[in-house]
Every structure is written in structure tokens, then in C-alpha cells.
């Protein structure tokens, strides 16, 4: 399992810094980045959040390491371990005074470096946690005090009071930390309780005790409100004076609820809503005259149960009741159902509220209820005309729009196509006018039933009006994908119909467009696909037509390359070309790469880069991958038999290829068949199949105890990690062309080119560099180390008479400078 441990290096000397990223990889860390200035380890600590920063001190630019460790750990809190061949007393000082985790001398060996940073892993681990646990506390406490509405309350031994949190309407002030007298805080009791809140206080300080009290506060002139505090008097070691600290909860809004119910009592029985109450055990304790005339039930029925049981409306979870009583307003309402005593399941309207006593504690819960069927019934009615066509029963245009807003919402968020096709019958005037209006009808319905049974679940077909129909084709993954299901409703549609004896042939004309290339709101698909159902009619009726003519034209040519390749598969219209790998040192021939051409009869010769694209979504990747090996094989056998010198024959090979469970038979029996010597066949496979063959690894295995040779194309385009290139059986690096096109002018691409030889050096890999096309870029290739190359510098791809010249002419690239 890989470590997830990310270390930041910073080092300027680059080979020690690649040496050291290798050495952290090998011991299971993964290299966040590599860094060689102060500067940039600030930058990246900012950008990455490293688990450590690994840190050289001497660096590039004005800030040294010392002092990029300083800002690291004050605006980071990233640790911090250094690594630097200086030892000197000033520069420990410096160091020390940034707190580090690790002070190491180079040179450092692995294990001591490996339980260094362990050691400061577990030290910053241990630290988070504390930081972590010291915020908990603080969290819970605000938690609870928040959570409960609890104010915190103070009186100190001087008199003064201190109030932290309290509802502003009790005390008249924001609810920010106060500080007051304690005659100003009595100021705002109610007269009447002044002197029981001044005489409880007083026996609180002289003896220490507990002191609870409910009183009134003065929130206005004309409004009054209710307080409770709960405290506690505790003295000072030194000192007779006591300071009483506690809580106070504003208590209003639960004296202003039992009123409530003591006014509502007076027309309990009047109420045309079903009235119940229940104690705190959820037993039903009165019911109304309206309870009983919405559920059947009466007294002696209800008395004593369970409403839940007796309803048998299990609408509320465990959780609900213990919620409502923590709810500040103590109430809920919403839709729900219950059972009529005759078994009928009603809709209701329910309002439940919890009935609290003076000392908050809840005693009862009232419901009250009304039974909304009949409007329930009305709504759906109403609904259901307002959003479907009444001759059909299918959406109309209106609920049509909705859905397609829908469509396209979720289309756009998941990146994917979404299609509309506009529906309009050949001819159907004349149908509705020789038959008349009611065949019509029954034509149409049979029409809607059709176009519905054709399509999936998540598709959508509308009736808009008259003769149209529009239908959405929900995420599709191709914009040509909408042209086989159109294809497939017109075949539907003209079947057919039985109508008043006559039997009547019906067509349509079919308009498709397809979001995102057609527009990017309603509006602008449905003028699309009106605008290509005319099209259609104007070609000739009982067809679709895409919007544009590009989308009908790639679609076309999708279909006419995938059938194209089958026929070319079975008619040799395929043919290979190869290029010519050369040995950097002498010029001498080392290989060729087999590159498949199609011949096509009238387009000429194309490229792969047009078909495989195609090949590999229709599937036709695989029968081509293995027409291209076989004959790649045999040929090359045959130049060997001509005369020609050993050399390696590369055959590129599609991750679908390689997912086959068979393919390494498919391998020998291609040198089977051939005769061609395993040892002189490499595979070469891209680099982003690597994850592919990273899960599959007894693939290649297999192959290479086929004794084929494995190559990884295109590398350093992809994401492949070292460890793929460690465990993994292979034996050749193709340096990509993206990184030799540019050098020796770009001095990036000439330190990607060095670090891919030096890499392929270390783990003792083949390297051969792809697009060679100068000889400037030759001589640095050479400079650098790399053994092999490819390009038009040497050849382009040649067909195979022109290969086996080159046996007996003279090389195109014998005139380059060579030795």
C-alpha cells in the first residue's frame, strides 16, 4: 500500500534533490514536489500543505532555507526537518529558533533519515491532536450554551454583574458580553419580584448556597417577560466576599404557550379542525367533536391509546417528539396521513405543539388536524390537465418545457448530450378529413402509444398540439446517437393501422437537434428542430434530418470509417508502414515501429489518427490490433529470410487489446504462425494504459515469458508513478515527441529529456527518443545520454518495398554526423 505521507524537498543541487526524491519513494513517502529556493518551498507549502518539509539551509535566492522554515511553520504549522551539510554553531542557533522537528548532516543515511521524519511525523501528529482537543472542549461548550438558549451569569464581590448571551428583549440590550450594577440589573425586574430575587440573593452569598429563581422582567412599558436563573455562591479563599456565577434562560415564550392553552380550552369544542391531547407518554388524553367526525373514532375508542397505534399513521421517526421539544418555537406542521376507522387512508393537515409546565418540563402535546382530500383530489385533477394533452394522456407542451429544463440542467452539470426530436405526420390532414375527426383520434392515440413504447424510461415523448410530437432522448453519450433511435420510431410508426375498417399507412417527419451543438436552452433546440423537420419534409418526407448538416455529416462519416474498417479488415484495404529506430552512436539500423495506413478507395490514403479514434469506440480495435500484429510478424519474418540483419520489430498495442483475457495467446500464435523469434518482437504500450496494466500485471508478465520485450510509449504524457516503472516487467522507454520537438531551445524540455535518460539509466531501462527531426536536436540527444532515435531526420514511415531497400542502397541518414 502506498505511504500517503507527502514530503516537500527543498534542495538546490538537482541531482542530490532527484537522488533524495527516489530515496523518500523507496521507503514508501510520496515527493509532493521538489523545490531549489526559500522562496519556492514558501510558495509550495502555501499551495500543497505538505505532511513535512524536508529543508536544505545554503539555496538559491535571498531567502535561505532558516529563514523559509520560519514563515513555513508561523503560517503553515508545517514541520519542519533540515538537511544540510552545515553544522556550525551560528547556524544551529538560527536553526533552533525556528522550532524544527529534525536537524540532520548530510550525508544522512536512510535509515537515520526515515526514523527522523517518522520521529517528526509522530511529534506534529501528536501536537494536532492536542490543538484539536483543546478546540473540541471550546466548541462543546459554546455547543451546549448555544444549543440550550442558556445566558451566563455573574455577580462578583464588588456588586457588579456580568451578563454574557442573554436574550436582548428580556434585558434590553444586545446579547454581547454587559456589565452593570446590581441595582441597574433590579431595575429591570418587575417590581413585585424585586425583593424576593434581592432576599434569595442576600441568603445565597452569607451561605453559599444554590439559588433558582423564576421572575418577571420589564421588556417594555406595556410587556413584560419571564427569567429564569439557576447560580451557585461560592467565596474566595482569602476573602468573606462570595461571587455568585450561574445561567438564565428566557422562560417567555413557554409562560405565553400555557397561556395559549388555557384561552384555546374555551373553544376546544368548537373547532372544526380534529383536536387531541396527549400526555408526555404520548396517550391520548381529550379529543374534540371534529376528531371524532374526520376518524371515526369516538371517546371511549381514543381514550388512553397511542394515536400512532390507533391511527396506525406511523408519520413521525423515534427522534421527532425529542426534536419538537428542543424546537424554540415548540411546534411543527406539515402533511401527513391517517387510517379512518373504516380502513380509508386520509391526507391531513396536522399542527402539533408541545405544552410545557412552569418548570419547562413537557406535560402534554396538542394536535390539531383537518382532513384535505377533497382538495388533495381537486389539486390533482387541476395538475394533471394543466400538464398532459387529454386526447393522449402524454405531457403537453408545458410540462414538456419543464422536463427539458430538467434535461438540460442536468446535462450541462454532468457534460453530457441531451437530444430533441420534433415529430410531425405525413399527410395526416388528409387522414382526419377523408376518416374524420374521431379516426383521427384513434389514430393519434395509437401514434402516442407507439412513439412511448419505443423509448426508454427516462425519455420523454409530448404531444404539443394537432399532429406534432416532440420527444427528448435524455442523456446520450454522442450526439449521434439519436439517429438509430429516430431510425427505429419511424419503422414503428409505419406499421399499419386498423381504424374503422380501413387499414392506413402512416409516416413522419422527424427534425433532430442536439444540445450542446445546437443551442444551449430551449428555445433555441426547439427552433433548431423545427428548422430540420422542414428539412426532412423538404427531402422527401418519412425521414430525419439533424439540424445541421456538419452533425449529419460527421454522424455519416462515423458510420461510413467503423463499416469502412470492417470491409478494408476483410478486403486488404489495410497496409503497414514502417519507421526505420536508429542506434545514436553509429547510425546503424536497430528497428522499425509497424504503423497501420487504410487505403481507402476513393479518400485515398488515411491516417491512423482519423480512424482509430473510432476503432477503439466501436470495438473494431481489437480484430485491427490483430490483423496489424500478424502481419507485422509475418513480414517482418520475411525480410529476415531475405537477408536482412536482426533487428526489432515494435507493434503498438491498445489497452483493450491488453484487457483481454487471451491476448498473450494471441502473441504466440501470431509468432507461431510466423516464425518470428520472440526476442525480436516488443510490445509497446501507451503510457496512460499503464494504470490499465498496473491492475493486470500477470499480463505482461505472461508476455514477457513469452520473451517478447515490453515498450512505454509517449512517456512523461501521462501519470505514471516510479513504482509502476520499478515492479513492473519492462524494458524499453520511448522518450515522447512533445519534449524533442522543442530542444535544445527549451531548456525545460532538455531537463525533462536529461531526467527521463538519467531515470531510465538508474532502473537500467532501454531509452529511445521519438520525433527526431533536427540534427541539432541529434547532437544534444547524443550529449545526453540517449541510445536510440526515431524520426524524420532518419525516415518517415516507409511501405515495405522501400524498406527492404535500404538493405541494399545507401541509408537516408548516412550523411549525418556520426562518431
Given at each position: 500500500?502506498v505511504?500517503?505521507?507527502s514530503?516537500?524537498?527543498?534542495?538546490?543541487?538537482?541531482v542530490?534533490?532527484?537522488?533524495?526524491?527516489q530515496?523518500?519513494e523507496?521507503?514508501?513517502?510520496?515527493?509532493?514536489?521538489v523545490?531549489?529556493?526559500?522562496e519556492?518551498?514558501v510558495?509550495k507549502?502555501s499551495?500543497l500543505?505538505?505532511?513535512?518539509?524536508?529543508?536544505?539551509?545554503?539555496?538559491?535566492?535571498?531567502?535561505?532555507?532558516?529563514?523559509?522554515?520560519?514563515?513555513?511553520?508561523?503560517?503553515?504549522?508545517?514541520?519542519?526537518?533540515?538537511?544540510?551539510?552545515y553544522?556550525?554553531?551560528?547556524t544551529l542557533?538560527?536553526a533552533?529558533?525556528?522550532l524544527?522537528?529534525?536537524?540532520?548532516?548530510?550525508?544522512?543515511?536512510a535509515?537515520?533519515?526515515?526514523?527522523?521524519?517518522?520521529?517528526?511525523?509522530s511529534?506534529r501528529?501528536a501536537?494536532?491532536?492536542?490543538?484539536?482537543?483543546?478546540?473540541?472542549?471550546?466548541?462543546?461548550l459554546?455547543?451546549?450554551?448555544?444549543g440550550?438558549?442558556?445566558?451566563v451569569?455573574?455577580?462578583?464581590?464588588?456588586?457588579n454583574?456580568?451578563?454574557?448571551?442573554?436574550?436582548?428583549?428580556?434585558?434590553?440590550?444586545?446579547?454581547?458580553p454587559i456589565?452593570?450594577?446590581?441595582?441597574a440589573?433590579l431595575a429591570?425586574?418587575?417590581?413585585?419580584?424585586?425583593?424576593?430575587i434581592?432576599?434569595?440573593?442576600?441568603?445565597?452569598?452569607a451561605f453559599?448556597?444554590?439559588?433558582?429563581?423564576?421572575?418577571?422582567?420589564?421588556r417594555s412599558?406595556?410587556?413584560?417577560?419571564?427569567?429564569?436563573?439557576?447560580a451557585k455562591?461560592s467565596?474566595a479563599?482569602?476573602s468573606?466576599?462570595?461571587r455568585?456565577v450561574g445561567?438564565?434562560?428566557?422562560?417567555t415564550e413557554?409562560?405565553?404557550t400555557?397561556?395559549r392553552?388555557?384561552q384555546?380550552?374555551?373553544?376546544?369544542?368548537?373547532?372544526?379542525?380534529g383536536?387531541?391531547?396527549?400526555?408526555?407518554?404520548h396517550?391520548?388524553v381529550?379529543?374534540?367533536?371534529a376528531?371524532?367526525k374526520?376518524?371515526?373514532?369516538g371517546s371511549?375508542?381514543?381514550?388512553?391509546q397511542?394515536?400512532?397505534?390507533?391511527l396506525?399513521?406511523r408519520?413521525?421517526n423515534?427522534?421527532f417528539?425529542?426534536?419538537?421539544?428542543?424546537?424554540?418555537?415548540?411546534q411543527?406542521?406539515?402533511?401527513?396521513?391517517?387510517?379512518?376507522?373504516?380502513?380509508?387512508?386520509?391526507?391531513?393537515?396536522?399542527?402539533?405543539?408541545?405544552?410545557?409546565?412552569e418548570?419547562?418540563?413537557?406535560?402534554h402535546?396538542?394536535?390539531?388536524?383537518?382532513?384535505i382530500?377533497?382538495?388533495?383530489?381537486?389539486?390533482a385533477q387541476?395538475?394533471?390537465?394543466?400538464?398532459h394533452?387529454?386526447l393522449?394522456?402524454?405531457?403537453n407542451?408545458?410540462?414538456?418545457n419543464?422536463?427539458?429544463?430538467?434535461?438540460?440542467?442536468?446535462a450541462?452539470?454532468?457534460?453530457?448530450?441531451?437530444a430533441?426530436?420534433?415529430?410531425d405526420?405525413?399527410g395526416?390532414k388528409?387522414?382526419?378529413?377523408?376518416?374524420?375527426?374521431s379516426?383521427?383520434?384513434?389514430?393519434?392515440?395509437?401514434?402516442?402509444?407507439r412513439?412511448?413504447?419505443?423509448?426508454?424510461?427516462?425519455?420523454?415523448?409530448?404531444?404539443p398540439?394537432?399532429?406534432?410530437?416532440?420527444?427528448?432522448?435524455?442523456?446520450?453519450?454522442?450526439?449521434?446517437?439519436?439517429?438509430?433511435?429516430?431510425s427505429?420510431?419511424?419503422?414503428?410508426?409505419?406499421?399499419p393501422?386498423?381504424?374503422?375498417?380501413?387499414?392506413?399507412?402512416v409516416?413522419?417527419?422527424?427534425g433532430l437537434?442536439?444540445?450542446?451543438?445546437?443551442?444551449?436552452?430551449?428555445?433555441?433546440?426547439l427552433k433548431?428542430?423545427?428548422?430540420?423537420?422542414?428539412?426532412?419534409k423538404?427531402?422527401g418526407?418519412?425521414?430525419?434530418c439533424?439540424?445541421?448538416?456538419e452533425?449529419?455529416?460527421?454522424?455519416?462519416?462515423?458510420?461510413?470509417?467503423?463499416?469502412?474498417?470492417r470491409?478494408?479488415?476483410e478486403?486488404?484495404?489495410?497496409?503497414?508502414h514502417?519507421q526505420?529506430?536508429?542506434?545514436?552512436?553509429?547510425?546503424?539500423?536497430?528497428?522499425?515501429?509497424?504503423?497501420?495506413?487504410?487505403?481507402?478507395?476513393q479518400?485515398?490514403m488515411?491516417?491512423?489518427?482519423?480512424f482509430?479514434p473510432?476503432?477503439?469506440e466501436?470495438?473494431?480495435i481489437?480484430?485491427?490490433?490483430?490483423?496489424?500484429?500478424?502481419?507485422a510478424?509475418?513480414?517482418?519474418?520475411?525480410?529476415l529470410r531475405a537477408?536482412?540483419?536482426?533487428?526489432?520489430?515494435?507493434?503498438?498495442?491498445?489497452?483493450?487489446?491488453?484487457?483481454?483475457?487471451?491476448?498473450?495467446d494471441?502473441?504466440?500464435e501470431?509468432?507461431a504462425?510466423?516464425?518470428?523469434s520472440?526476442?525480436?518482437?516488443?510490445?509497446?504500450i501507451?503510457?496512460?494504459?499503464?494504470q490499465?496494466?498496473?491492475?493486470s500485471?500477470?499480463r505482461?508478465?505472461?508476455l514477457?515469458?513469452?520473451g517478447?520485450?515490453?515498450a512505454?510509449?509517449?512517456?512523461?504524457?501521462g501519470?505514471?508513478?516510479?513504482?509502476?516503472?520499478k515492479?513492473?516487467?519492462?524494458?524499453?522507454?520511448?522518450?515522447a515527441?512533445?519534449?524533442?520537438?522543442?530542444?535544445?531551445?527549451?531548456a525545460?524540455?532538455?531537463?525533462i529529456?536529461?531526467?527521463?535518460?538519467?531515470l531510465?539509466?538508474?532502473?537500467?531501462?532501454?531509452?529511445i527518443?521519438?520525433?527526431?527531426e533536427?540534427?541539432?536536436?541529434?547532437?544534444?540527444?547524443?550529449?545526453?545520454?540517449?541510445?536510440?532515435g526515431?524520426?524524420?531526420?532518419?525516415?518517415?514511415p516507409?511501405?515495405?518495398?522501400?524498406l527492404?531497400?535500404?538493405?541494399?542502397?545507401?541509408?537516408p541518414?548516412?550523411?549525418?554526423p556520426?562518431?
Amino acid at each position: 500500500m502506498v505511504n500517503q505521507t507527502s514530503i516537500l524537498i527543498v534542495e538546490d543541487e538537482r541531482v542530490i534533490a532527484l537522488h533524495l526524491k527516489q530515496q523518500l519513494e523507496a521507503m514508501g513517502y510520496r515527493a509532493a514536489a521538489v523545490v531549489a529556493s526559500g522562496e519556492r518551498a514558501v510558495e509550495k507549502a502555501s499551495e500543497l500543505c505538505p505532511d513535512l518539509v524536508l529543508m536544505d539551509i545554503h539555496l538559491e535566492g535571498a531567502l535561505d532555507g532558516i529563514e523559509a522554515a520560519s514563515q513555513i511553520r508561523a503560517n503553515y504549522r508545517i514541520p519542519v526537518v533540515f538537511l544540510t551539510a552545515y553544522g556550525e554553531d551560528e547556524t544551529l542557533q538560527r536553526a533552533k529558533a525556528t522550532l524544527p522537528f529534525g536537524y540532520l548532516i548530510k550525508p544522512v543515511e536512510a535509515r537515520e533519515l526515515h526514523a527522523t521524519l517518522q520521529m517528526a511525523l509522530s511529534r506534529r501528529a501528536a501536537e494536532v491532536k492536542m490543538e484539536a482537543e483543546v478546540e473540541r472542549d471550546k466548541e462543546r461548550l459554546q455547543l451546549t450554551l448555544d444549543g440550550s438558549e442558556l445566558g451566563v451569569w455573574e455577580l462578583d464581590a464588588t456588586g457588579n454583574l456580568t451578563t454574557r448571551g442573554c436574550n436582548q428583549g428580556i434585558l434590553g440590550v444586545a446579547p454581547e458580553p454587559i456589565g452593570e450594577s446590581w441595582d441597574a440589573f433590579l431595575a429591570r425586574v418587575h417590581p413585585d419580584d424585586r425583593a424576593g430575587i434581592q432576599e434569595a440573593m442576600e441568603q445565597a452569598a452569607a451561605f453559599g448556597q444554590s439559588l433558582n429563581l423564576v421572575f418577571r422582567t420589564l421588556r417594555s412599558e406595556e410587556k413584560i417577560g419571564w427569567m429564569e436563573v439557576h447560580a451557585k455562591a461560592s467565596k474566595a479563599a482569602l476573602s468573606d466576599q462570595a461571587r455568585v456565577v450561574g445561567i438564565m434562560k428566557d422562560i417567555t415564550e413557554r409562560r405565553e404557550t400555557e397561556e395559549r392553552l388555557r384561552q384555546a380550552a374555551g373553544v376546544f369544542e368548537t373547532m372544526a379542525e380534529g383536536i387531541f391531547l396527549m400526555d408526555h407518554e404520548h396517550r391520548i388524553v381529550s379529543i374534540n367533536r371534529a376528531f371524532t367526525k374526520i376518524t371515526g373514532y369516538g371517546s371511549e375508542d381514543a381514550l388512553g391509546q397511542n394515536p400512532h397505534v390507533l391511527l396506525d399513521a406511523r408519520r413521525h421517526n423515534d427522534q421527532f417528539y425529542r426534536k419538537l421539544e428542543t424546537n424554540p418555537g415548540g411546534q411543527w406542521q406539515g402533511e401527513t396521513y391517517c387510517r379512518h376507522k373504516n380502513g380509508a387512508i386520509l391526507p391531513i393537515w396536522e399542527n402539533v405543539s408541545v405544552v410545557r409546565d412552569e418548570g419547562r418540563a413537557v406535560t402534554h402535546y396538542v394536535t390539531a388536524f383537518s382532513d384535505i382530500s377533497a382538495i388533495r383530489r381537486a389539486e390533482a385533477q387541476l395538475s394533471y390537465l394543466a400538464h398532459h394533452d387529454f386526447l393522449t394522456g402524454l405531457p403537453n407542451r408545458l410540462l414538456f418545457n419543464d422536463r427539458l429544463d430538467h434535461s438540460l440542467a442536468r446535462a450541462q452539470r454532468e457534460d453530457k448530450c441531451c437530444a430533441i426530436l420534433f415529430f410531425d405526420l405525413d399527410g395526416f390532414k388528409v387522414i382526419n378529413d377523408t376518416l374524420g375527426h374521431s379516426s383521427g383520434d384513434s389514430l393519434l392515440q395509437t401514434i402516442a402509444a407507439r412513439l412511448r413504447g419505443g423509448l426508454r424510461s427516462n425519455d420523454t415523448v409530448a404531444r404539443p398540439g394537432g399532429d406534432e410530437f416532440l420527444v427528448i432522448l435524455d442523456h446520450i453519450a454522442y450526439p449521434q446517437d439519436a439517429a438509430p433511435i429516430a431510425s427505429k420510431l419511424l419503422e414503428a410508426l409505419a406499421v399499419p393501422v386498423e381504424i374503422g375498417g380501413e387499414r392506413i399507412a402512416v409516416s413522419a417527419s422527424v427534425g433532430l437537434s442536439v444540445y450542446p451543438d445546437d443551442g444551449h436552452d430551449r428555445e433555441a433546440l426547439l427552433k433548431a428542430a423545427d428548422t430540420a423537420l422542414y428539412s426532412a419534409k423538404s427531402q422527401g418526407r418519412s425521414r430525419y434530418c439533424f439540424y445541421t448538416e456538419e452533425l449529419a455529416r460527421r454522424a455519416a462519416e462515423r458510420l461510413t470509417i467503423e463499416q469502412g474498417l470492417r470491409r478494408a479488415l476483410e478486403s486488404e484495404g489495410l497496409v503497414l508502414h514502417y519507421q526505420p529506430q536508429v542506434a545514436l552512436r553509429d547510425g546503424a539500423l536497430t528497428g522499425v515501429e509497424a504503423l497501420v495506413r487504410w487505403r481507402h478507395p476513393q479518400q485515398g490514403m488515411i491516417t491512423p489518427g482519423r480512424f482509430i479514434p473510432i476503432a477503439e469506440e466501436s470495438g473494431v480495435i481489437e480484430p485491427l490490433g490483430r490483423w496489424v500484429l500478424f502481419t507485422a510478424c509475418a513480414k517482418a519474418r520475411e525480410l529476415l529470410r531475405a537477408g536482412e540483419p536482426p533487428f526489432r520489430l515494435s507493434v503498438n498495442v491498445s489497452a483493450r487489446q491488453l484487457a483481454s483475457d487471451h491476448f498473450e495467446d494471441t502473441v504466440r500464435e501470431a509468432l507461431a504462425e510466423s516464425g518470428l523469434s520472440a526476442s525480436q518482437l516488443e510490445i509497446e504500450i501507451t503510457e496512460s494504459t499503464l494504470q490499465i496494466i498496473e491492475h493486470s500485471r500477470y499480463r505482461l508478465e505472461a508476455l514477457k515469458a513469452l520473451g517478447v520485450s515490453i515498450a512505454i510509449d509517449d512517456f512523461g504524457t501521462g501519470y505514471s508513478s516510479l513504482s509502476v516503472l520499478k515492479h513492473l516487467p519492462i524494458d524499453r522507454i520511448k522518450i515522447a515527441q512533445s519534449f524533442v520537438r522543442d530542444i535544445p531551445g527549451d531548456a525545460d524540455d532538455v531537463a525533462i529529456v536529461e531526467a527521463i535518460i538519467s531515470l531510465s539509466r538508474t532502473l537500467r531501462l532501454c531509452v529511445i527518443a521519438e520525433g527526431v527531426e533536427t540534427e541539432a536536436q541529434l547532437a544534444i540527444l547524443r550529449r545526453l545520454g540517449c541510445k536510440e532515435g526515431q524520426g524524420y531526420l532518419f525516415s518517415r514511415p516507409l511501405p515495405l518495398p522501400e524498406l527492404q531497400s535500404l538493405s541494399s542502397g545507401e541509408r537516408p541518414w548516412a550523411h549525418l554526423p556520426w562518431g
